[in-house]
C-alpha cells in the first residue's frame, strides 16, 4: 500500500503505537501539488462523499426550485452529532415535505455526545433515526425526489434514478470509472474509487466555476457548509473545528474508516486523506497537521493531543509525524 507513518502515540515517553496513511493534494486540473505516500490506494470515501452527494441533489435548479435555505444545505452535507439543532431541524424538515421519520431508510442511532445520548434515553427512550448523523442527507434524498416525482421508496438502492445520477457525476467529475459500489453504513451507495481520484473529484467542486450551469449551487454548498460549520457536524466535531480554524478558506469533512477531505477554492484543489489502519483519531490528528503544514490553520494545538489517563493525568501525546 506503500503508507507513511503520520501519526504518533506516545505513553510515558515510549512509541506505543504508529498509525500509517496516505493523503494527496490536487487540483481541477488533476496536478498533484503534494502527496504523502501512494495515493492510488483505494478507498470508500464514506461520508466524505457528502459534498458531491449534495450537489447530485440539488443541481439543475433543484436547490432553488424546493426553496432551501442554506442551513438546510449544509444539514444536508452533514455528518451531524444530533445536538438538539440538529434534531429540530431533521423533524421540521420531515413535516415540511409531509413525510415521517419511517421514510428515513437509515437505522436509529443515539446521539453523539454522552450527555445528548441521557437527555434522548430519558426522554424517548429508544434510538432513533432522526438521531443518525446522516438523517439529514436522507431528508435531501426524500425532499430531491418527491421533486422529482421518483418513488421515495428504495430511494437508498444504487438502482434508484437519484444513485445512477450520483455514480455518473463522480465518475463525471474523477474521471475514473466506478467499478464496485459499496453499501454506506446509512444504507446509501458508497464507490469504492482510488484516494487521488476521489481528491479530483472534490477539487472539481473547489473549482466550481468549470461547472458551467452548477457552479452557483457549488459555491453554495460550499459556502453554506463554511457559513454554519456546527450544523456540519457538532460543537465538539472535529471537522467543524478546522473549518471555523480556517477562516472561510476550507470545508472539511470526516468519514468513516479514518477518512477526511478539504474542499479549497482559493487554490481550486482538494486535499484527501486515508488512515489506513481506520482509526478516527488519527486521522484527526493527521488532517489537522496537513493543513497547519499547508498553513490553512494556524493551531499546533489540533496536531497534537495529549493523552491523559483516568485521573486526568498527562501520561503522553498523540502528534502528526508526516
Not at 436509529?108 to 434515553?121: E, G, L
Not at 466550481?208 to 459556502?223: A, G, P
Not at 479514518?258 to 482559493?266: D, K, N, Q, R
Request: net charge positive.
Amino acid at each position: 500500500m506503500n503508507a507513511i507513518k503520520m501519526v504518533e502515540v506516545t505513553r510515558s515517553n515510549f512509541t506505543e503505537s504508529v498509525h500509517r496513511g496516505a493523503a494527496v493534494l490536487i487540483n481541477s486540473s488533476g496536478e498533484i501539488l503534494r502527496e504523502w505516500g501512494n495515493s492510488n490506494i483505494l478507498i470508500y470515501p464514506r461520508s466524505a462523499l457528502k459534498p458531491i452527494q449534495s450537489l447530485n441533489l440539488y443541481k439543475d435548479g433543484v436547490a432553488e426550485a424546493l426553496n432551501l435555505s442554506d442551513d438546510l444545505i449544509a444539514l444536508t452535507t452533514a455528518s451531524h452529532h444530533a445536538e438538539n439543532i440538529h434534531q429540530k431541524m431533521i423533524i421540521n424538515w420531515l413535516k415540511k415535505i409531509h413525510l415521517r421519520e419511517k421514510h428515513l431508510s437509515c437505522g436509529p442511532s443515539w446521539p453523539w455526545n454522552i450527555k445528548d445520548q441521557f437527555r434522548a434515553h430519558r426522554k424517548y427512550k429508544i434510538k432513533r433515526k432522526i438521531f443518525h448523523n446522516c438523517s439529514g442527507k436522507h431528508c435531501g434524498h426524500l425532499a430531491a425526489s418527491l421533486h422529482k416525482n421518483l418513488p421515495i421508496k428504495n430511494y437508498q438502492h444504487k438502482n434508484h434514478p437519484i444513485q445512477k445520477d450520483l455514480i455518473k457525476l463522480i465518475e463525471d467529475l474523477s474521471k475514473y470509472k466506478i467499478k464496485n459500489v459499496g453499501v454506506d453504513g446509512c444504507t446509501l451507495p458508497n464507490p469504492l474509487i482510488p484516494l487521488k481520484k476521489f481528491a479530483l473529484a472534490v477539487a472539481q467542486l473547489a473549482d466550481y466555476k468549470k461547472l458551467n450551469e452548477n457552479s452557483n449551487i457549488t459555491q453554495r454548498i460550499f459556502d453554506s457548509c463554511v457559513k454554519f460549520p456546527e450544523i456540519t457536524g457538532g460543537s465538539k466535531s472535529i471537522n467543524s473545528i478546522l473549518t471555523k480554524l480556517s477562516n472561510g478558506k476550507t470545508f472539511v469533512k470526516n468519514g468513516a474508516e479514518g477518512i477526511f477531505v478539504a474542499m479549497l477554492p482559493e487554490k481550486k484543489s482538494a486535499l484527501a486523506l486515508k488512515i489506513t489502519d481506520g482509526a478516527s483519531r488519527a486521522a484527526e490528528v493527521a488532517i489537522a497537521g496537513i493543513l497547519s503544514e499547508l498553513k490553512i490553520i494556524n493551531n499546533n494545538k489540533m496536531k497534537k493531543r495529549s493523552i491523559k489517563n483516568s485521573a486526568n493525568q498527562v501520561i503522553g501525546s498523540m502528534k502528526w509525524i508526516g
